[in-house]
């Protein structure tokens, strides 16, 4: 079974830009959760998808935004990119909900230059 | 506060020393899952527990609910453990910071 699968995985963008990532989950699995990770705060929740409805939502700006298509597929979109936006965006699947066990992707490195 | 915490943040050992990498939470949770995250990002699952005691290979996973406190042990350590292990609280998206375990031969 192929695993999580993010695009692009290294981007350069530059302030005020936007930016979209793309997450494949396992097949089979229906929830997508979204991270970040910085040096200085660790891994921080973005959102949670299940079957296309935002499920739960961590403490980011509007900025931050997601959705999930009908095969599960799921992108986020930060737009008005800051020097801050500036870490490692990572994905998360798991057959029901963030309470399994999850199965991460390989992330999408983000420099905001 | 943080509502899951680590210690120790960085740990440097000996290969085949017995290592303990410790987690306090504050919130109420259904399981505790803990990650290996090596260089250059990917981040593995490791033990998802609820209760008790979990073992796989030379990774032992121990939880007390009462304590609200969990521990990660890795027995006769080899360099391949050098990697950040994260503690999370996955049902309300809480993280631990990270021990960063570097073994050296």
């Known amino acids: 079974k192929a695993g999580v699968t993010q695009t692009p995985r290294y981007l350069i963008k530059t302030r005020g830009q936007q930016v979209t990532l793309s997450c494949s989950p396992i097949?089979?699995?229906?929830?997508v959760s979204w991270y970040q990770q910085t040096p200085g705060q660790g891994l921080q929740f973005l959102f949670e998808?299940?079957?296309?409805?935002?499920?739960n939502k961590g403490n980011f700006p509007g900025r931050f935004s997601g959705r999930q298509f009908s095969n599960s597929r799921s992108e986020m979109n930060v737009s008005t990119l800051e020097l801050g936006d500036s870490a490692l965006y990572l994905c998360?699947?798991?057959?029901?909900?963030?309470?399994?066990?999850?199965?991460f992707g390989p992330g999408t490195r983000l420099l905001v230059l | 506060k943080n509502e899951v915490e680590q210690s120790p943040q960085n740990l440097t050992a000996q290969e085949g020393e017995f290592i303990t990498i410790n987690c306090s939470y504050s919130?109420?949770?259904?399981?505790l899952h803990w990650l290996q995250q090596h260089p250059g990002g990917g981040i593995v699952s490791l033990f998802m527990l609820s209760s008790g005691k979990k073992k796989h290979g030379r990774l032992i996973a121990t939880i007390n609910i009462q304590e609200k406190h969990s521990s990660l042990h890795i027995t006769a350590s080899h360099p391949r453990d050098s990697a950040v292990y994260i503690c999370?609280?996955?049902?309300?998206?809480?993280f631990g910071t990270g021990t960063s375990l570097t073994v050296i031969p």
């Open positions: 097949s089979g699995h229906r929830s």
């Open positions: 998360a699947s798991s057959l029901a909900g963030a309470g399994e066990t999850q199965y």
């Open positions: 999370a609280v996955p049902n309300q998206f809480y």
């Open positions: 998808y299940f079957s296309e409805t935002q499920r």
């Open positions: 919130v109420g949770i259904s399981a």
